[in-house]
């Protein structure tokens, strides 16, 4: 069965500091990835995606993400945080030919000040 | 501003009632989907409806049910409400059918069942 899992619940990292958020998934074909953001009290905000060629993929706000065939991962990085980043990040995964779509039980970033 | 509109925003109830979450999509949008959030079970899909037909179906409660409209807007109906029932009900909202399309989210109806 199609999974996503992050295996990080919570992650506190200082302003300035880089960020690496965790993804790894589990599908039988190359799937559809995203990575989500969602700030307390809102819905959810697309960051970035990859669907084929370039595995390392930008997105908004300064992150980017690399999808690892090998390792089954689309890890989310960024190499300087900032307060406005905390909020909740959940990667998804949808096969390429569906509707259906996945998503992680979600990281909760903190930003120390 | 996504551009989803999702009324109410919040929701309070009583077990055994029935609730319609309404949904606007974004302006050109055809495909609308429907999402729970709840602290147990995370992020959960429901349904997806493309240009007024059922496209998928997630985790959907036999007691739930969805529609779109010829004006391409969506209400999801929850019936019979149990305690559990209470979450985060997200409506997104994506140009064509699925695939290579990205959702836009609205910011959610709060359902709170007492």
């Known amino acids: 069965a199609q999974s996503v899992t992050q295996p990080d619940i919570h992650i506190t990292v200082s302003e300035g500091a880089s960020l690496e958020l965790r993804c790894n998934y589990s599908?039988?074909?190359?799937?559809?990835l995203f990575w989500y953001v969602q700030s307390p009290g809102q819905g959810l905000q697309l960051l970035l995606k990859?669907?084929?060629?370039?595995?390392l993929v930008q997105g908004i706000k300064g992150f980017e993400a690399e999808f690892k065939r090998s390792q089954s991962s689309f890890n989310l990085r960024k190499p300087s945080v900032h307060w406005s980043d905390a909020a909740e990040y959940f990667c998804?995964?949808?096969?390429?030919?569906?509707?259906?779509?996945?998503f992680g039980s979600g990281t909760r970033l903190s930003i120390r000040p | 501003d996504s551009g989803v509109t999702q009324t109410p925003k919040h929701l309070i109830t009583a077990t055994g009632q029935r609730v319609t979450l309404r949904c606007s999509p974004r302006s050109g949008d055809l495909s609308v989907y429907w999402y729970q959030q709840s602290l147990d079970q995370g992020l959960q899909f429901l349904i997806h409806?493309?240009?007024?037909?059922?496209?998928a179906k997630g985790n959907i409660l036999e007691r739930f049910s969805a529609q779109q409209f010829p004006d391409l807007h969506s209400e999801l109906n929850l019936s019979s409400l149990e305690l559990g029932d209470s979450a985060l009900y997200f409506c997104a909202s994506s140009a064509r059918d699925w695939g290579n399309q990205p959702q836009h989210f609205g910011d959610g109806t709060r359902l709170s069942i007492l």
């Open positions: 990859y669907f084929s060629g370039d595995t």
């Open positions: 409806y493309y240009n007024g037909e059922e496209r």
């Open positions: 599908y039988g074909a190359t799937p559809y």
């Open positions: 998804a995964v949808a096969p390429s030919s569906a509707s259906k779509i996945i």
